[in-house]
């Protein structure tokens, strides 16, 4: 199973969110421009599972993302950016790249917001598991 697919197929959801949000992507050069939101999309992947034996195996992981606000100017424009996310990766939400399918296994996680620098960060973390 491709790595590439699930991150493909995860990514395009997200890109694909209206309205849009500048997103800094792994291993790809993003500045952020000041005073201006903009969100970090991080792929974390787990030990593959072995429900059974032979061949078949499931990977598993969290898309994390990172809302990352101006600080300052009260919780309220992240915090609902969240909610959004949220309904955009529901539970049970299938998506498909290259053969690879994507589903979308519990409802996304909204963490507590924090100061990080001169921005306000509220993490989503979306669970998912991939099958060929």
Known sequence: ????AVRKALETRLNAMAPALATAWQNVQF???AGVPYQRAD???GAPENPAYGDYYREVGVLQVSL???SGAGPGAAEARAAAIRDWFKRG???VADGIEVVVQRTPTIAAGY???DRWRVPVSIP?????
Request: net charge negative.
């Open 1 to 4: 199973m491709s790595n590439v």
């Open 31 to 33: 500045t952020p421009a």
């Open 128 to 132: 998912f598991f991939a099958s060929a």
């Open 68 to 70: 990352m606000y101006p």
């Open 115 to 117: 100061a990080d620098g």
């Open 43 to 45: 792929l974390l992947l």
């Open 93 to 95: 939400t299938t998506l």
